[in-house]
């Protein structure tokens, strides 16, 4: 196996590092295109979520491991950015690990909400774009879909996804509950209209919240989410209009830079105000609202990484599923090693099948010619005997590569195996 992840995610990186290292899908499709025309048959998906930018990369058989470096570099250079200052932040997985990071990331074991419904989704859609794009191959599509089948069984057999759980419904219930007591007074205002904003809105609405306003560089995408929601649509320009009556903000926009600086805050929302609480809720990487407004006087800011904490008493309280979702994950990550220690296996014994069988059809030849005097049901026997025998000489490095194949991939005996029976590609 020659499978590679390179990456960097909320573990390790804070949101400051993540906005800048993330893919939109045009920049994904572009970063997978120039990686497929400097790697002549190479494979690679990349991952681009909120929490996390991770690249993976496979080479067939026949060829070098992907070079870590290099996709450091495509990353950097991506972003218009130093390799220096991209490559401290990123961690190298190789192989095996990479497989088992892979398949805890889709069943959402490594999110920083435990359970979050939305990360098998995100890792679908990078799949099924990267396939698009002509990107993957076998062993990209073998692991990625024996990741999103772990990932089916963990929301299946689980409770892990009993209730609802992801970064907006804790941002709701933990944040901006400790702002306000009651939702259905207040002027929510959302910006953008994707699949985060939708899922906030259905934690607002659970919550009272009524009439939202939504602000997006799309039209008819803002005006589709209002009626869907009973609110009401307004010109992306109006945005810093809209901040400067809305009691509560959510930002899940994408960006290159945050729409809303503190200078335009401090012009043009603050004298509105006048220090009247305003609730912001950033969940959009690169973030959409200047981290600095959270000092402004009424402001109350939180990002994605102010809900670790929340985070981890989620995790905790949902630490009982664990056992059964770590076992469902390590029942698929097992039946995908040993898929692939078959599909490695596979030729040779075929190979070494096709070998016997080509003597035993001869020798049966001649011995058939020799003794004409046979009829149908000697012959048939006679073939039975051979076929046996050929079975019966199979059998032992067959057993063999079995039970090699237990502890590990069988490179070495598959190898004597080519050279004893002069086993050709």
Wanted: proline share 6%; hydrophobic share 40%.
């Amino acid at each position: 196996m020659k499978l590679r992840m390179v990456g960097c995610s909320h573990h390790l990186s804070d949101a400051s590092v993540r906005e800048r290292l993330s893919f939109t899908a045009d920049e994904a499709a572009h970063a997978l295109g120039s990686w497929r025309q400097s790697h002549d048959g190479g494979e690679a998906v990349l991952l681009s979520t909120c929490n996390r930018v991770e690249f993976y990369a496979a080479s067939s058989s026949d060829r070098l491991p992907p070079c870590p470096g290099l996709i450091a570099r495509l990353i950097a250079d991506a972003h218009a950015m130093p390799l220096d200052e991209v490559r401290p932040h990123l961690t190298t997985l190789r192989d095996e690990e990479a497989v088992d990071h892979l398949f805890r990331v889709a069943a959402s074991l490594d999110s920083m909400v435990l359970g979050e419904p939305q990360i098998a989704a995100q890792v679908k859609q990078a799949y099924e774009s990267a396939t698009a794009a002509g990107a993957t191959g076998p062993l990209t599509h073998a692991c990625f879909q024996s990741a999103l089948r772990a990932a089916r069984r963990v929301a299946g057999e689980t409770s892990l996804h009993s209730h609802r759980v992801s970064v907006p419904s804790v941002a709701i219930a933990d944040f901006a509950s400790r702002v306000f007591e009651r939702f259905d007074d207040k002027r929510v205002l959302v910006v953008g209209a994707g699949e985060m904003a939708e899922e906030t809105l259905r934690y607002l609405v659970d919550r009272g919240a009524s009439a939202p306003c939504i602000v997006n560089r799309s039209p008819q995408r803002a005006a589709r989410l209002a009626s869907e929601w009973g609110g009401t649509a307004a010109p992306f320009d109006r945005l810093v209009d809209e901040l400067a009556r809305a009691d509560l903000a959510i930002g899940a926009a994408g960006c290159d830079e945050p729409l809303v600086s503190v200078g335009a805050f401090r012009q043009s929302v603050a004298p509105v105000r006048a220090e009247r609480p305003l609730f912001l809720l950033d969940l959009a990487v690169p973030r959409n609202f200047d981290p600095a407004i959270g000092d402004e006087p009424g402001a109350f800011l939180y990002s994605i990484d102010d809900l670790s904490a929340a985070c981890e008493r989620n995790r905790n309280a949902r630490r009982k599923e664990l056992p059964l979702a770590e076992r469902i994950v390590a029942e698929e990550r097992e039946r995908f090693f040993a898929d692939a220690r078959r599909r490695i296996s596979a030729p040779v014994i075929a190979r070494l099948r096709e070998g016997l069988e080509g003597p035993k059809s001869e020798e049966l030849g001649r011995l058939f010619n020799k003794l004409p005097e046979l009829d149908e049901r000697e012959r048939r026997e006679i073939e039975r005997f051979a076929d046996r025998l050929v079975g019966k000489m199979l059998h032992p490095p067959m057993e063999s590569i079995r039970e090699e194949s237990l502890g590990g991939t069988p490179h070495s005996l598959l190898q004597a195996l080519s050279r004893l029976f002069k086993l050709h590609d």
